[in-house]
């Protein structure tokens, strides 16, 4: 990572990759190089949540295919998705969508589901085939020769909470899968790599810990020797809670009425550390561009508009011979205000990814994209003309790029073009990225941040980002912590919860911890992690009461309506409906309103600091806001997130 960046104490709670169980294969069956593994992604007693991953090692793309398994007695398939479910009993199969599902060579393919099973059970699935042959990738009897030791196991660093740890590769007569780390002789962390960092320590503690090898047909190996480690003392790491990003949207200005001088007056700018200003857009060329240049985008919004003096940072009304005016010139002038402020251009969003896929397909188009993107915003290569003859630049107004591609190699906009080898381009681009900002730093002696907003889905995290290679080049990325769930569906739910909801209808279940743990899992330092949390509300209508009279849970009949959008609402306009009953998860950081008809999944002060505090305790770099636009005049989201941080 970047050595200016700080270093954070982490938090963790391990999710557990079970290779699936083999049966003998038919005598056909030849050597594959596909192979299954299963993960119990969330477990609330009652149910639980799974992840069947198929991994190709092969040259060629596996362009069908069909797993077999049984489940335990008492354990059941209730849902499923990116396949085709039959079932007999307790034994089922998958087969691809109707829009099919090739696993690229050298790639992966993940199906989820949800399930019930009686508390306690063991929810790995029994007798697993893929194309009729073990999901080991081994042909006849199943493997039974465990890995070898790993060897060399070495303490790398301490903090007040976490252990790090690294070894040598273990070898097996099939394949090793991955590796458990043992502590007191519990499984206290798994990974697929030879790292890991134990996280939830007690300061200034002795540990022991071992580490052990499993294969593809989960036979487990020795256990390495032990080593020992004791933690350093508490309040001795950097405190986590040095940023705060807020998104600043272009169109806020309009019928929201938020300036960038409501950034002043409402007290945020002097608590915030970060503004993305969303959004720059990527043209069919592959290249950044000012708005007006193609026609597309807000320029009048950009750079454009003439703020009055009561309108403007500094008080003092814009004029037509300024060099700049629109929002850059308020954030240059917020920017002057607030030294400490970072404002970043963010590229891309739901609607202008569009052609990223096509910017990041070969060196010379990803270098194209860099270096236009480098001159507009942060060099001021290129003018901008603001239509009555006056030219100005950006610079001075952007410190940084934050990437929100939506989404490398899985679906997005309907728009957008997605290929398999976006996860290997989507890493090449953030490197040229990052060697273009090293050679700017080194002609300007100025720093450049490289962030990037990456999504909850454990799916899409895997399908489209190495995470290994990309944080190196990268200051922090921030986790989309909201929108899991929607009007899109026509069941309640909540749209930002930290924890897996009991009881929770899916259709894919989500929580803040999830996709925390997919990241940490994946060795992304929680110290490079912000967390995302939203500042409006998503809701239905039509909702039934329901068996404990609260909404949630229940069918609905469609979106409610919205000032904007339907299904969507602002927080300072949720919070003076009237009519509604509030109702709280305190666990999972989740309220709710509920009148007997509409239903809206919400945050408010109360909630906002509950997700904040989550964070800071599970040593997050700190908290990301979707987006500022939605509070209120007082600031006062804002307020609860910058109490609680301290």
């Not at 080991?136 to 199943?142: M, T, Y």
């Not at 609607?351 to 060099?379: G, K, N």
């Not at 002609?443 to 290679?469: C, H, N, Q, V, W």
Request: charge should be negative; glycine fraction near 12%.
């Amino acid at each position: 990572m970047r050595t200016r960046r700080s270093r954070l104490a982490a938090w963790v709670a391990a999710v557990l990759l079970i290779p699936l169980a083999l049966s003998p294969a038919p005598a056909a069956a030849q050597a594959s190089d596909a192979t299954v593994t299963y993960v119990e992604t969330g477990n609330w007693g009652t149910g639980y949540g799974g992840q069947i991953t198929i991994a190709n090692a092969g040259s060629t793309a596996l362009t069908d295919w069909t797993i077999e398994f049984d489940l335990p007695p008492g354990t059941a398939i209730t849902s499923l998705w990116d396949a085709v479910l039959t079932r007999s009993g307790d034994s089922y199969t998958l087969t691809p969508p109707s829009w099919g599902a090739a696993v690229p060579a050298g790639g992966t393919y993940g199906i989820g589901f949800n399930g019930t099973s009686a508390a306690g059970n063991d929810t790995t699935p029994l007798n697993c085939t893929l194309n009729g042959a073990p999901c080991s990738g081994e042909p006849g009897e199943p493997d039974t020769e465990p890995p070898s030791a790993p060897g060399g196991l070495t303490v790398t660093g301490t903090t007040a909470t976490t252990v790090g740890l690294s070894w040598d590769a273990a070898t097996d007569d099939v394949g090793v899968a991955g590796y458990e780390v043992l502590s007191g002789g519990e499984v206290v962390r798994a990974v697929t790599g030879t790292t890991a960092t134990v996280t939830g320590l007690s300061p200034e503690t002795a540990y022991s810990f071992t580490v052990r090898a499993y294969d593809t047909s989960n036979n487990r190996g020795p256990e390495t020797g032990t080593v020992t480690a004791t933690t350093g003392e508490g309040g001795t790491a950097p405190a986590p809670q040095d940023r705060r990003v807020a998104y600043f949207t272009q169109w806020g200005i309009y019928d929201r009425g938020y300036l960038v001088k409501n950034l002043d007056t409402s007290g945020s700018a002097e608590s915030l550390t970060h503004i993305n200003y969303s959004f720059g857009n990527v043209n069919a060329d592959g290249q950044c561009f000012m708005a007006n240049q193609l026609g597309q985008g807000d320029a009048w919004a950009d750079y454009g508009r003439s703020f009055t003096a009561g309108e403007s940072v500094d008080g003092v009304g814009d004029v037509w011979s300024q060099d700049l005016r629109g929002n850059f010139n308020q954030l240059r002038e917020l920017k002057e205000k607030y030294p400490h402020l970072k404002v970043n251009i963010s590229l891309g969003g739901w609607t202008w990814s569009e052609h990223f896929s096509d910017a990041a397909l070969t060196p010379q188009s990803r270098e194209r994209m860099v270096s236009s993107c480098i001159d507009q915003y942060l060099r001021g290569n290129l003018p901008l003309f603001d239509g009555a003859g006056g030219v100005g630049s950006a610079y001075g107004v952007f410190d940084g790029i934050d990437l929100d591609w939506e989404w490398p190699a899985s679906e997005g906009h309907e728009h957008n073009t997605v290929r398999p080898e976006d996860r290997e381009n989507f890493t090449a681009l953030v490197q040229e990225f990052r060697d273009q900002l090293d050679a700017l730093e080194a002609e300007t002696s100025r720093e450049f941040e490289l962030t990037a907003f990456l999504p909850a889905d454990p799916d899409k995290i895997d399908l489209g980002f190495e995470m290994d290679a990309l944080m190196p080049n990268f200051d922090f990325i921030t986790v989309q912590g909201y929108d899991y769930h929607g009007a899109w569906e026509d069941v309640t739910n909540h749209q930002s919860n930290l924890l897996v909801t009991p009881g929770d209808p899916g259709p894919r279940i989500f929580a803040a911890e999830v996709s925390i743990d997919r990241y940490l899992e994946l060795g992304v330092d929680p110290a490079d992690m912000v967390l995302g949390v939203p500042f409006y509300s998503r809701g239905w209508t039509g909702v039934a009461p329901g068996p404990d009279g609260d909404g949630l849970f229940q069918s609905a009949t469609g979106p409610a309506p919205g000032s904007y959008e339907a299904g969507i609402e602002d927080w300072k306009v949720i919070k003076n409906l009237t009519g509604f009953d509030l109702h709280r998860d305190d666990d999972s950081g989740t309220a709710w309103l509920y009148d007997g008809s509409t239903f809206w999944t919400y945050d408010d002060e109360v909630s906002i600091a509950r997700k904040t505090q989550w964070a800071v305790d599970r040593g997050l770099g700190g908290v990301m806001i979707w987006s500022i636009d939605g509070d209120d005049a007082n600031g006062t989201l804002m307020d609860a997130i910058d109490a609680t941080l301290g």
